[in-house]
């Protein structure tokens, strides 16, 4: 039986292992082969890795991570987690049951993006949510922002970098919002927009009349839990949707961790997706578990 079962296989889990493993405690790792970054053709705004492709980066880790005896890791999908006298069942689609006294949760958030035809074609190569992640790359250049709920905010994030911005009006702008987008150089188009595709080194949108941008980035994208073990166990939850968790990574059931996007502490006031903060919470979480072992 292994001290933990880590279900995500993201920058998150990854780290969680590494800093288990070089403690010499033991951990299995499980891998659905699904994350969030998965279409990303490149990470950004990471130490020593800008510009890796998140491919090179769960390889390399995984590489590492088969130095330390104490770290399994396996491909497969976990379906059910619940409580048991000895810790936590873990039961996986192809039948197989795992026992351990700790899980740690590091499965990630899913995007679920607006009902745009070609969206879904274009995100993580065209079309963004994060200006750190993926600004720099539009500077000097014209990227359209879909979703007028935070459409301001990107805009005032992108102005330093020089960008110039297109905003799609879903119906969410009045004039005052339109007026404040207008003062910081934002063109409104006020058309629905009704697809967007791959034109060259750019994407064409369909909004009343055609509109090339060289990017996208994506305001009103929601996020949701990727897998349902926070409801099996009946975690605490915060209104942005992610897991309540201390400074640690502790949930509000002992014996769980969870790490990475679909966790955060209450005074957060949402989820902030980066792989540095992932593997971050990875690390704190891990140690607050290797603490709970040695005070046992």
Known sequence: ????????????????????????????????????????????NVVTNDGTAPTEFRATARAQLEQYDTIELRQGRVSTVSPADDGFTVRLEDGSVEHAPRVMLATGMRDDLPDVPGLMELWGVRAFNCPFCDGHEFAGRTVGVLGAERAEHVVRMLRPIGVSTVVFDD???????????????????????????????????????????????VTNAAMHQRAPFADQLGLRMLPSG?????????????????????????????VMAAVTLAAAAGQLAAIGIVQELAME
């Open 242 to 270: 992610a897991i309540e968790i201390d400074e640690m990574g502790r949930t509000s059931l002992a014996g769980v961790s969870a790490a990475g996007d679909l966790a955060h502490r209450a005074s957060v006031p949402g």
């Open 171 to 217: 119906g969410a702008l009045g004039d005052d919002r339109r007026a404040a987008l207008d003062s910081l150089g934002a063109v409104v188009h006020r058309a629905p927009v009704t697809s967007v595709a791959p034109d060259g080194e750019g994407v064409r949108v369909d909004a009343g009349a055609t509109v090339r941008v060289d990017g996208l980035f």
């Open 1 to 44: 039986m292994s001290d933990v079962i880590i279900i995500g296989a993201g920058p998150a889990g990854l780290q969680a292992a590494l800093t288990l493993g070089r403690m010499h405690r033991s951990a299995l790792v499980v891998d659905s082969g699904e994350y969030r970054n998965g279409s990303v053709l490149h990470m950004h």
